[in-house]
């Protein structure tokens, strides 16, 4: 490091590979801020038990289930409630609490089937070769011998989406007798089950078959506002690259009218995140030189504009940069940090894309640069 606390591109050229350098010099370095730890797992690089945890049981989770079934995104993409879709999911992968089930993990509430009386209760069993469910299937043999997890394998890889909601109805109203059987010992009727199978595929089909109404430009779109008097506001985007990304910033007054702009570059970031904090930063520091005290800026990066905000610590990997932001903030004035839609951002937008083309940084004053100028009212 330099004696300002910047990266030493000459002795970084003698010791590493040129696409190293870009990546290096890409990672956020002050002096004045001491090393601290990160965890990588949350945005704000806060470390909490619950994400430890998720982390482990997740990992575990994918390295054991080694089943039939595969088909995840077609059983995700059915036009099903979400509850029946999770059903539906922990029966393939075969976590339903079903009486077998419970006894691997030693919880013991008796055995056998509670709608056939069977000796035990299976997934496989309840779903395929309960007599209940043979006459929902209207199948004496759904299963021909094997899981229900490969029969919902076959059903939702080369099935129609109308027998795959079907067999989703047959699984919804089998779990649901069989609970209220067994906690509210409501007795179970075939002819309520079957009515409630066709009931369900009526009802699913009328609900997610209803196309949402076209939306017209005003429905999307909303407007950018001008500030109070006395104030400037100041639109910041920006925007990714091959080589790096580029930033936009647009100053307006309480009428709307240009004021002032700038537009750069710089090289090594790929991460979203990172070039809009990277973009308010270089928007404060340009802010300074024009000598108002009363600023509203506006990003649509909504993890910016909360981590700005908000009265935590900030661990994350641009938790520096965001803290130069407020000391850049605290330095001009009066700065105000808000999040809007990107449809009220188009102009910082459209000057963030233009920076592509640009060799340098470059700022407008008073006529803004062609790229924008004919999205503004004259």
């Known amino acids: ?60 989770a994918n390295a054991s289930y080694t089943g039939p079934f595969s088909a995840w995104s077609k059983l995700w993409s059915l036009p099903v409630p979400p509850r029946t879709k999770h059903l539906l999911w922990r029966c393939a992968r075969d976590i339903l609490p079903v009486r077998e089930n419970l006894k691997l993990k030693h919880v013991w509430i008796g055995g056998g089937c ?9 997934s496989s069993h309840l779903f395929g070769e309960c ?38 109805a047959v699984f919804y109203v089998i779990w649901t007798t069989r609970n209220n059987l067994v906690w509210q010992n409501t007795a179970p009727s075939i002819v309520r089950m079957r009515n409630h199978v066709s009931h369900l595929q009526n009802l699913w089909a009328e609900a997610y078959s209803k196309q949402p109404r076209g939306l017209t430009q005003a429905d999307t779109e909303v407007a950018w506002e001008p500030p109070n008097s006395g104030k400037l506001k100041c639109n910041v985007d920006a925007a990714l690259f091959t080589s790096g990304a580029g930033f936009g910033a647009v100053v307006r007054d309480h009428m709307g009218r240009f004021v002032a702009a700038r537009g750069g570059r710089f090289d090594g970031i790929q991460d979203p995140f990172m070039a809009e904090t990277i973009a308010v930063r270089e928007a404060l520091s340009w802010l300074k030189t024009l000598h108002h005290r009363s600023f509203i800026i506006e990003s649509d990066c909504l993890n910016f504009c909360n981590a700005f905000n908000s009265c935590f610590s900030e661990f994350s990997y641009v938790g520096t940069i965001i803290a130069q932001c407020r000391v850049l903030a605290s330095d001009i004035g009066d700065v105000t940090v808000c999040h809007i839609r990107r449809s009220s951002n188009h102009v910082a937008h459209a000057l963030a894309r233009a920076t592509g083309s640009m060799s340098g940084s470059q700022v407008w004053e008073n006529i803004p640069p062609a790229c924008i100028s004919k999205l503004f009212h004259h």
């Open 1 to 60: 490091m330099t004696a300002s606390g910047d990266w030493d591109v000459q002795v970084l050229r003698e010791f590493f590979e040129t696409e190293d350098i870009h990546r290096i010099l890409a990672t956020p370095a002050n002096k004045h801020f001491k090393d601290s730890w990160r965890w990588l797992g949350d945005i704000r690089g806060i470390y909490s038990v619950k994400q430890g945890y998720q982390l482990l049981t997740s990992g575990e």
């Open 114 to 122: 509670p709608l056939c009386s069977a000796p035990y209760e299976s």
């Open 131 to 168: 007599w209940y469910a043979k006459d929902l299937w209207c199948q004496t043999d759904i299963l021909q011998g094997l899981s229900i997890q490969h029969v919902m394998q076959s059903i939702l890889s080369l099935s129609s989406t109308t027998k795959a909601v079907e067999m989703a």
